[in-house]
């Protein structure tokens, strides 16, 4: 099955800062990698994806990048603002799956 | 308008007993899923149906039964709660298996 790994767990940057948060899968057939943010007693809500026939998409100040060949895909958040605060989990997923990541803890410190 | 509602909201009972929680979703979606994230907000699958029919059943004690009446309610039954049982419950619908998923707003058990 599949197995997805998250790192780093923690992460805390000045605001203004990037941040960046790393996964990598198993499963070569999964071709489906959303990333969700969860906010402090709220749900997890998608806030970018990125299918396997893309290699980097941008959405304002978040972007995803996929290497499908390494199995590894990442999330790049720029100009950080402490409302980016949050636990962001990482998936992959296909038509048989659907894995997270155990999660990263970001602190954007003001 | 909620697309994935859940109820209850919060959840607090004694060890032994037996609660349920429900979960509907009005995106017309084939799927629907139930979570477990405990204190360390891992997110752990414990079921999944599309369109009524039981497709993911991980490693679950079966103190925990699922049942789907139609596909867009997915109700979760747990029998003989026990302490490790509290975490929130969360409940997600997607269109397929494999698809974006949304997320009801969860559901807060405390066993005591």
């Known amino acids: 099955g599949e197995n997805v790994e998250q790192h780093p767990s923690t992460l805390s940057v000045q605001e203004g800062d990037s941040a960046v948060i790393k996964c990598t899968y198993s499963d070569s057939a999964s071709n489906y990698f959303p990333w969700y943010k969860q906010e402090l007693g709220k749900r997890p809500q998608l806030i970018i994806d990125i299918r396997s026939n893309v290699g980097e998409k941008k959405d304002q100040r978040i972007a995803v990048t996929l290497n499908k060949t390494a199995k590894h895909f990442s999330l790049h958040i720029t100009e950080t603002q402490p409302e980016d605060s949050a636990v962001y989990f990482c998936a992959a997923s296909s038509s048989q799956n659907f894995v997270f990541g155990p999660g990263t803890r970001l602190s954007v410190l003001p | 308008d909620t697309a994935v509602s859940q109820t209850p909201k919060y959840l607090v009972t004694q060890m032994g007993n037996d609660k349920s929680i429900k979960c509907e979703q009005n995106l017309g979606h084939d799927t629907m899923y139930w979570y477990k994230q405990d204190s360390k907000k891992f997110l752990k699958i414990m079921f999944s149906?599309?369109?009524?029919?039981?497709?993911i059943n991980e490693t679950v004690p079966n103190r925990f039964s699922p049942k789907s009446p139609d596909k867009a309610h997915l109700n979760l039954h747990i029998n003989s709660l026990e302490l490790g049982d509290s975490a929130v419950y969360f409940c997600?619908?997607?269109?397929?298996?494999?698809?974006?998923?949304?997320f009801g707003p969860g559901t807060r058990l405390l066993v005591l």
């Open positions: 149906y599309n369109n009524k029919e039981l497709i």
């Open positions: 997600a619908s997607s269109l397929p298996l494999g698809e974006t998923q949304y």
